[in-house]
C-alpha cells in the first residue's frame, strides 16, 4: 500500500465550478513531514514534563470525505476557510484552502499535542486548475475525553503559546450584540478598523463569509475569535468596547475571559448594558494597573441600577476616571471620592454627602454629581458651606485646596426641575468673580 501511495496520482474531479487536481502521492509526503514534526514535538514535551498516555494520532482516509463534501458544498477556487462542528461527544475542525506553511504553525500542531485520547486527521491537496494553486485542507476530529488534559499540562502549553506569540498591535476592540440576535466585532490597528459579523450560522469578514453547522452558537464563534485576538496581544489597548443586550454573551464572554488566565490590559473600558452582572462580566479581568478610565451607560434611558459589587473590585479602586450615565441608587460617596474625575447620576445624596466630597478633592480633580429631589440647599450654607454667591442661575462656593495658594474649587449648584447638578471645579484665583468669598479649606 505503501508503494501505491509515494507513486503519483492525479485525479480530476469537478465540484459545482471548482476543477481541482486531487494530489494523493503530495498528501504522503506531508504526512510525513507533519507526522515526524508531531511526534518529536510530542516526545520532547512529554520528556520534559514527565507526562505519560500521551494523545494517540493517527490518520484516517474515511475522514478526507468530510473534506470532499465541504469543498464540493462550498465550490469555486475559494479563499482559506474554517469550519466547526462539535456534538456533545465530539468536535470536528475543518481548515480548507489554507496555504502550506500554514499546516506547520501552532493552530495546527496544537490539536495533536492538547490532550490524552485519540485524535484522528484526514488531508488533502488539491490544485485549482483555474489558478494553479495549491490549497490544503485537513479535518481534526477530537472525542470529548480529550477536553480532559492534565492542568500542568494545559499550563505549560499556555506558556509556550505566549511566548511564542507574535504582538497583534492592536489598539481598540469592541464586540457589540445588535438586534438581539447579530453580533460585531470590531478590532482596531494603525492601519484602520476591521469589522466582523456574525449573524444566524454564519461570519462576514471584509466581504468572505463562513458558513457554520446549523446548530452552532454563534456567540461561541465570536467569543473563541474574541480569544485568539487577546491571546495575541502583548501592548496595551487604548480601549475596550462591550455592548450587551441579552445575559447569554457576556454570561460567555466572562468565562472565556476567567479562562484565559491572563488581565486584558487597556487604558479605557466601556461597557453598554442594563445590569450590574453585565459590568461584572468585564470588569474583574482587566489589568488594574493601567486602567485609567471607566465609561458604563445603558440601553435604556434613566436606567436606575445599584453599583455594590462594581465598586469592591480592585479596577475600580485603581481607575482614575468614571463616567457613569446610569442612575446609581444608594452609592456610598466615599465609594468615588478616590477617582480625580467624576461623572454620575447619583440618588440619594446628602449635603454631608457633599461637604465630604468637597473635602476629597485635590488640584486635579472634577467632579460632576447629578442628584434628583435634593432638598438640602440651605443646610449647605447653614452647616457646612456658609453663603452662597449668586451667577445667573446657579449658586456657588469657593474654596481653598490643601497645599495650593493659587488654585481654587469651585462648587457650582444648578437646579432645574427635579434635578440638582453639583460641578466641583478647579479654578485659578484670578478666575473667582469680584464679591465672592474664598473660604479656607477647613471652614
Not at 83 to 97: C, G, K, M
Not at 238 to 252: G, I, T, V
Request: charged share 25%; hydrophobic share 40%; glycine share 4%.
Amino acid at each position: 500500500m505503501k508503494a501505491a501511495l509515494l507513486t503519483l496520482i492525479l485525479l480530476v474531479h469537478t465540484w459545482s465550478s471548482w476543477s481541482w487536481v486531487h494530489n494523493t502521492g503530495y498528501e504522503y509526503i506531508i504526512r510525513s513531514d507533519m507526522d515526524s514534526l508531531i511526534r518529536y514535538g510530542r516526545a520532547c514535551i512529554a520528556k520534559r514534563d514527565q507526562i505519560a498516555n500521551m494523545n494517540h494520532v493517527a490518520y484516517k482516509e474515511e475522514w478526507n470525505k468530510v473534506l470532499y463534501d465541504a469543498l464540493g458544498k462550498l465550490g469555486g477556487c475559494r479563499e482559506p476557510e474554517i469550519l466547526y462542528e462539535a456534538s456533545n461527544e465530539f468536535s470536528l475542525d475543518i481548515y480548507l484552502n489554507v496555504k502550506y506553511e500554514q499546516l506547520f504553525d501552532r493552530q495546527f500542531t496544537e490539536p495533536f499535542v492538547d490532550g490524552a485520547g485519540k485524535i484522528e486527521y484526514g488531508l488533502v491537496v488539491a490544485e485549482c486548475t483555474t489558478t494553479g494553486e495549491i490549497g490544503y485542507s485537513v479535518v481534526f476530529y477530537k472525542t470529548l475525553s480529550l477536553r480532559q488534559v492534565c492542568r500542568d499540562f494545559q499550563n505549560f502549553i499556555d506558556d509556550l503559546k505566549n511566548s511564542k506569540l507574535p504582538d497583534s498591535k492592536f489598539t481598540a476592540i469592541s464586540l457589540r450584540m445588535e438586534n438581539n440576535s447579530n453580533i460585531r466585532l470590531i478590532f482596531e490597528d494603525q492601519n484602520g478598523s476591521k469589522h466582523l459579523f456574525y449573524s444566524g450560522n454564519s461570519r462576514n469578514f471584509r466581504q468572505k463569509t463562513t458558513i457554520f453547522p446549523e446548530n452552532s452558537n454563534i456567540v461561541d464563534v465570536a467569543i473563541r475569535d474574541l480569544e485568539w485576538i487577546l491571546k495575541f496581544q502583548k501592548n496595551t489597548f487604548n480601549w475596550l468596547y462591550f455592548q450587551f443586550e441579552d445575559s447569554q454573551l457576556p454570561f460567555k464572554l466572562s468565562n472565556m475571559l476567567k479562562n484565559l488566565n491572563q488581565k486584558i490590559k487597556a487604558k479605557d473600558l466601556t461597557v453598554r448594558t442594563d445590569s450590574q452582572s453585565g459590568i461584572m462580566s468585564v470588569l474583574p479581568y482587566m489589568d488594574p494597573e493601567v486602567l485609567d478610565l471607566l465609561y458604563f451607560f445603558p440601553r435604556t434611558r434613566n436606567m436606575e441600577m445599584e453599583m455594590d459589587q462594581v465598586v469592591k473590585t480592585e479596577q475600580w479602586r485603581a481607575a482614575k476616571e468614571v463616567h457613569c450615565d446610569f442612575h446609581v441608587l444608594n452609592m456610598k460617596i466615599e465609594d468615588i471620592a478616590h477617582f480625580s474625575k467624576v461623572f454620575m447620576w447619583i440618588w440619594p445624596v446628602s449635603a454631608r454627602d457633599m461637604e465630604f466630597l468637597r473635602k476629597a478633592v485635590t488640584t486635579s480633580s472634577k467632579f460632576d454629581i447629578q442628584t434628583r429631589n435634593f432638598n438640602e440647599k440651605e443646610e449647605l450654607s447653614n452647616n457646612f458651606w456658609g453663603p452662597e454667591f449668586q451667577s445667573e442661575s446657579s449658586s456657588h462656593w469657593y474654596f481653598r485646596i490643601r497645599n495650593s495658594e493659587e488654585r481654587i474649587l469651585r462648587i457650582k449648584v444648578i437646579d432645574w426641575l427635579d434635578t440638582t447638578s453639583f460641578d466641583f471645579q478647579v479654578i485659578e484665583m484670578a478666575n473667582v468673580p469680584n464679591g465672592a468669598i474664598v473660604n479656607h479649606y477647613n471652614f
